[in-house]
């Protein structure tokens, strides 16, 4: 199965390469990941262009420029543990458990939740536990954790998740208005933490306790 689509998989890699992304493993991991598999059926065809498209409920699974670049950001190494805010179709989390040695993963809407931890299952990516709860509130049974990314657009960083980050861990999460974002890198330091902005992107909202309190 993950021999369709190979041309257009590579001409998507090759793509984001020449958009700046340079971390060979980053590029492998979206080599090895059949897209196609993480979008609606009658969309398929349109799975490896660099836009984001609908997931249904209102969501998109990101463009893959927007997955590789965060993915690098992140700094993701074999031995950690990452939590990813926001699981919509699984197709980031499906990257990141590539690179990492566990990845947890949180969504709200529950439908969303199920059919990526059947797409987890269908792949057998076996590192991966995706959870339907509001994800502005971490997960403090699994922290702390190595590496925390949220895929949603917040008005700040949701303090829970600073707390859940090990000293020398890096959150990245899209910071500012509601259609509007920054890409914002927390690292943690032994005392207080650094932030620093990036690149404006544009995200759906992070909804929740420590989020945005309502779609519109
Ligand atoms: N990375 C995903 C992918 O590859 O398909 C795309 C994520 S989509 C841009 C953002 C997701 O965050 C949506 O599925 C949305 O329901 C979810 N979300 C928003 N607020 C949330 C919250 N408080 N907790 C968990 N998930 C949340």
């Known amino acids: 199965m993950n021999h369709e689509f190979t041309y257009q998989r590579d001409r998507m890699v090759r793509l984001v390469e020449g958009r700046g992304v340079s971390d060979a493993r980053v590029l492998e991991a979206m080599r090895s990941i059949p897209r196609h598999l993480f979008v609606p059926e009658h969309m398929r065809a349109q799975a490896y262009g660099d836009h984001a498209l609908p997931i249904g409920a209102k969501q998109t699974i990101s463009q893959p420029?927007?997955?590789a670049r965060m993915t690098e950001l992140l700094k993701v190494e074999?031995?950690?543990?990452?939590l990813e805010v926001g699981t919509g179709s699984g197709y980031q989390t499906a990257i990141l458990s590539r690179l990492a040695r566990?990845?947890?993963?949180?969504?709200?809407?529950?439908?969303?939740?199920?059919d990526a931890i059947d797409r987890m299952r269908q792949l057998?990516?076996?590192n991966v536990k995706i959870q339907a709860f509001d994800g502005t509130v971490g997960w403090s049974d699994m922290a702390p954790f190595d590496r925390i990314l949220v895929t949603a657009g917040a008005p700040k960083a949701p303090q829970p998740l600073i707390d859940q980050l090990r000293p020398g861990g890096r959150?990245?999460?899209?910071e500012g208005g509601r259609h509007e974002q920054r890409l914002v890198v927390y690292r943690k330091l032994r005392q207080g933490v650094?932030?620093?902005a990036g690149e404006a992107v544009m995200f759906?909202?992070?909804?929740g306790r420590h989020g945005w309190e309502?779609?519109?």
């Open 102 to 114: 566990r990845v947890f993963s949180l969504e709200r809407i529950s439908d969303l939740a199920h």
């Open 78 to 82: 074999g031995g950690h543990s990452v």
């Open 214 to 216: 309502k779609e519109q």
């Open 204 to 207: 759906v909202p992070l909804l």
């Open 124 to 126: 057998g990516l076996e």
């Open 194 to 196: 650094r932030r620093s």
């Open 171 to 174: 959150l990245l999460i899209p």
């Open 65 to 67: 420029y927007v997955v």
